[in-house]
């Protein structure tokens, strides 16, 4: 069975500070990962993907994440914490059969000004 | 273009009446997907549409939670006899393709209150 994990329901930062976000999955195939992030009243936004092509990953709004095979991981960063980055965070595996996704419980970031 | 749409916005409604929930995906998507996000957790899958046809189904919690997709388009989740546990957002994506790496387009979703 796949499953995601995201250590931390609440991360709090400074305005300026490293954002660190983890995920760490399961998977006895060959994971496909996705982070995608929810703002206030909004819809969930892609943020960025692991299609196995690059293990290092950019996404939008500066964020990207380092597929790391040998730990399980796939976790979020972000050099400099803005603002407007609070909003909730899901990692995600994409299902073999179907691409249906796998969530974890998520993780709120907090930025503190 | 237009995104993934949801109505109702808000649904509130009382224990053991019928609701239906309604989105519509992107313009030719082919793939329909419906989650569940309850308080504070992540979205749960529910069931997913290949076209017109439910290709999975096993997220459904019981047989009071149905959904149709009848021309490959709008899709409708279906909630009979509602509990208040049933309570929570429904969420719905499209895809252009059922694949594992396509990318899933989120509506902003129905949240439902059940009293």
């Known amino acids: 069975a796949q499953s995601v994990t995201q250590l931390g329901s609440h991360v709090s930062v400074s305005e300026g500070a490293l954002v660190l976000l983890r995920c760490n999955y399961s998977?006895?195939?060959?994971?496909?990962l996705f982070w995608y992030v929810q703002y206030p009243n909004q819809g969930l936004q892609l943020l960025l993907k692991?299609?196995?092509?690059?293990?290092l990953v950019k996404g939008i709004n500066g964020f990207e994440a380092e597929f790391k095979k040998s730990e399980t991981s796939f976790h979020l960063t972000k050099p400099s914490a803005h603002m407007s980055d609070a909003a909730e965070y899901f990692c995600?595996?994409?299902?073999?059969?179907?691409?249906?996704?796998?969530f974890g419980q998520g993780t709120e970031l907090s930025v503190k000004p | 273009g237009a995104g993934v749409s949801q109505t109702p916005s808000n649904k509130v409604t009382e224990k053991g009446k019928y609701v239906e929930l309604r989105c519509d995906p992107i313009?030719?998507?082919?793939?329909l997907y419906w989650y569940r996000q309850s308080l504070g957790q992540g979205p749960e899958f529910l069931i997913y549409?290949?076209?017109?046809?439910?290709?999975?189904d096993s997220g459904l919690p019981n047989d009071r939670f149905f959904a149709v997709r009848p021309e490959g388009s709008v899709s409708t989740l279906k909630i009979q006899r509602t509990e208040r546990g049933d309570s929570a957002v429904y969420l719905c994506?499209?895809?252009?393709?059922?694949?594992?790496?396509?990318?899933?387009?989120f509506g902003p979703g129905t949240r439902l209150t059940v009293l």
């Open positions: 994506a499209s895809s252009p393709r059922q694949g594992q790496t396509d990318t899933q387009y």
């Open positions: 998977s006895s195939v060959p994971p496909y």
């Open positions: 692991y299609t196995s092509a690059a293990t």
């Open positions: 995600a595996v994409s299902h073999n059969q179907g691409g249906k996704l796998i």
């Open positions: 313009s030719g998507h082919t793939a």
């Open positions: 549409f290949q076209g017109t046809g439910a290709a999975d």
